[in-house]
């Protein structure tokens, strides 16, 4: 048998919920609905154990992960099993460098710190770098804050045998991912775009936070799609009864034989923290298996997984 | 500068109007808008000249191919350019095998015969490929009758250094390529589907005659998707006032990280004849081009723009 | 307090399903989402008892009615309250008009009989009613069978003192209410319809029955409509995995001020079981009102939630 | 025969381009295609003539009207009508209060001013009131900036029996007038409206001041919706390919009986200019009417053209 991974999650928001309900219904279940990849060198889906959370909020902090998950702003709707206490308390998060080695001693039996709070602090994710680095712990980081992509950090935790994943994660399905496969599929049958839009609206507290920074995130759709120039990138809508839903309307339009219009119209409604969780359960597999077997640094078979990853311009 | 295709069309629908129509435009404007490969071979888009055509309406026989393309029930809209006559009046088309050698008299100086009359008269398809072979002409069967999946007539025509491509023309971009694309999709990030369905309303005369007889294309449409067993395809609609355009609804249901379900609703509009044309003036090109090498039988590069190509189950 | 209305229903399917599980939900939750009377001469939602109900079904005849409405081909889903056993054994309909005298003595206790069958036997509904009016009961019928629409059958029931309400239940919500409401909005802003569809789907038994027999239905839809002749009715789709839920795509393209265009699509989703319950719960207070009351025959109120009423031409 | 409606207008927008070219479209082919009002106290829709046209940009001043509303910002499409010259040159608008008179003298001839500027200027559209009450001249306000909102002007204009129609033109149809049609279908049939919203995206300059002001917009969009508070409105989203259509989609959600959901996803694109010149054809013709028969002040009957018609706060 299989020795589970022991993960440390920095952040106990909507993606840590998704994860960690998702970790007891498959494990439960046995299912293997909506899921990408069944086993990753010999780990199943239900192999991981969560063995300490991080997190900043006065709330969250000391309360078992599986009630933490569940406090507001967080809004990923309840899975529908059992959610055994955890017994791992949320431990205070660091609020500056100084803090790194408490941190490390905190990852105390953990394999891998999966990174996973807000983009927009790089200090903060490289100070927990640093202390999975001290600790011995591989390191994955979800945000769009720059770690992996410093050739720096790569070839320290490389010659340190430590696993380093980054950076910012790509949703198993999402916008992008759609949008990208139609803008595509469009080329390969020779149609000539005309014109495309996409309009994103959500209800969790990251939404807030990009509705509020607007030009960041609609440059990263951009960049995100195959045919920028084309496609036109509404403001984002924060829809607070949406919750952890993102509802996204695309749509293109083309000219085929003739110039003859073809017209798309579609739209999407997915939970982004399962979008999220869907690929950190990879990603931690990933890492826990390149950790094993003595493979530090990057991991190609991660490149995919992330949007900027190693080699990616800072 | 390249000598230009001389070819023959049987069949003068909507999908001939959109052919005709469509080199007029290419050729007076040199645009290459809605055109999947711009040259083959050599062969640019307007490298075509109508030399013949075969038509079995007493309203459309005796008329410039560039009047009949206009006549009811054809309901292809008028592209915007200029259409010159073509100084081609549509010949009788054959009724029975016995006409055979009249058809292959009237391809004298033709170089390929387009089949594209409506599918369900296998003994009418056999008897133009038959006409094309008798007068050294590569034969194209862009209906679901067999013809190419004929193990006999590939050999006739191979040994007869005659391409011969067929059967059953997949079109440039329709329904089927846009569910597929969606469904592969979905599998490809690992979600899993749990409900689809299809509806296409249409309003030509091919759209009213399947929905006379809709077992029929239903099968095939199923047939025509990767995962058939979760697709429901609802029954064709005739609404003559979409003319030539068809309306397409597509829903997908499926399930990610944690069973949270995901949820695809899409509108398609696309004009049918159009996404014939696109692929006829690809084969057309790809017929010649084997014709004036020496190589008869199949061509292996058009067996992906077929539905069901030699190989396939007749 | 005010006494609770007895009544027995015909017909075992999913509306009597969404009746008498929306009945224990609204009774359980003091609830008023998505009722449209909350009371009717003094009667609230939860004032009604079934107290009998008639089925053809082997499987259904003798069981409790609470799981009779969970058999199958019954899909209308099970709603989240709880179900307390009715102590109502369903009771085996009548097959022909031999039978009256056995209906009406089950009626027994019984204020109003509410006909909820599948339509297309008249024979059935007509019994019925000599059955209500033997037993001296009220009588509702939600089928398109002609009762109410009789002269004569409304003669009896005034001149008794019962009161005879119907033909064919106009649904609370559905494809016909959404769709004349839109062609009613842009005729009243003064925009010209150029076209419009309707697409309907759905999963239950009675779909699949008109599926079968679309011409009838395809015409009472369009009757439906108050613009008929832009409207076109795309045929019925029976899609199993729907259940009892409808979809429903519409089309509306109009022109406004200087001949441009405006465009309307709209994507309905629905159970039409919950559509039938949501009136006959106002038609089953209307009657017990009326017969409380002693005003026999039609009801006038009760008009509008007939598709054909009293009036209409058989 | 009627005398035609000599009119003036401020603004030589997309509006003013929609009625200009309206007028010539429809006095050429007699269609009453998108006309809500045939005939207005026998005036019908060609009954009028464009006298005179105020704008503030250097390029359009001197230039004849029939040239200046196609140049840029302008992007309203060109109808498919002949549009002879107007032999009206566009006069310099006024900037300050101090060129009253002049607009007054310039003014010589109409019987109506229509203000047709963007909104946001209320001292300008003031000014231009007043030049209209020194000159004679029936006022519409179609902006939002308060003018028939003040009793004074009201009172003033009564005095001198010269109409005073406004404020803030309601278009002929939108998303205000669609998703309040659809509030108000959901609470006619007793259904519970759980949330809902609505995305605007729209390609003119009055869009593109829109988004960079939004609150007050969204702000104003909810005050015009019946149901405010369960309807969320996104950021407005200017999209330039769209030129002067909109697009909005609208979601509903709500539940019916024992609250079973329903859902309503509804996209709309129609052309924003239309839908003012649709409105403004019928307050040229009301204040027209008025003026000649010597009713001054405000009209009733223009009350519910109007978002803020006399008597809303100001």
Redesign the interface.
């Known amino acids: 048998m299989i020795e589970r991974v022991k993960v440390a999650v920095v952040g106990v928001g909507n993606n840590t919920s ?1 994860l960690v ?2 970790l007891a ?1 498959y494990r439960q279940s046995g ?7 069944p086993t990753i060198d010999g780990l199943g889906v239900g192999d991981i154990d969560v063995v300490a959370a991080f997190a900043t909020s006065e709330e969250k902090v000391g309360r078992d992960l599986t009630e933490a998950i569940f406090l507001a702003p967080n809004n990923f ?1 309840r ?2 099993c059992d959610l055994p206490r955890a017994g791992v308390p949320v431990t205070k998060g660091l609020v500056d460098a100084s803090e790194v080695r408490r941190v490390a001693a905190a990852l105390a039996g953990a394999e891998v710190l999966l990174y996973s709070a807000p983009s927009g602090r790089p200090e903060t994710a490289q100070a927990y770098a640093e202390a999975a680095h001290t600790a011995g712990v591989a390191f994955i980081n979800t945000t769009s804050d720059p770690v992996a992509r410093h050739p720096r950090w790569i070839d320290r935790f490389e010659a340190a045998g430590l696993p380093l994943l980054g950076d910012d994660l790509a949703s ?2 999402g916008t992008s ?2 949008h990208n ?2 803008l595509r ?2 080329q390969e ?4 775009l ?2 495309s ?1 996409q ?1 994103n ?1 959500g209800g969790t507290e990251d939404f807030r936070n990009l ?1 509020e920074n607007p030009n960041t995130k609609k440059q990263s759709k951009l960049n995100a799609l195959s045919d920028a120039d084309s496609v ?1 990138v ?4 924060y ?3 949406l919750a952890s839903q993102k ?1 996204a ?1 695309l ?1 293109l339009e ?18 982004d923290p ?2 999220a ?2 690929v950190n ?1 990879d990603l931690i597999r990933i890492a826990a298996s390149a950790l094993r077997n003595g493979r530090g640094g990057h991991a190609a078979e991660a490149t995919s997984l992330f949007k900027s990853p190693p080699g990616t311009a800072i």
């Not at 083309?254 to 939970?271: I, P």
């Open positions: 998704a309900q998702g219904l299912s293997l609905v909506g899921i990408r990849r709707p899975l529908d198993q399905f991912v759609l496969a139609l599929l469009l049958r020779g149609l000539t005309v014109s839009y309009v609206l509705v036109e509404a403001p984002l809508g829809l607070p009864h509802v309307h749509n083309a000219q085929g034989w003739g110039e003859t219009a073809v017209s798309l119209d579609v739209k999407l409604k997915v939970h399962s979008g969780a869907g359960i």
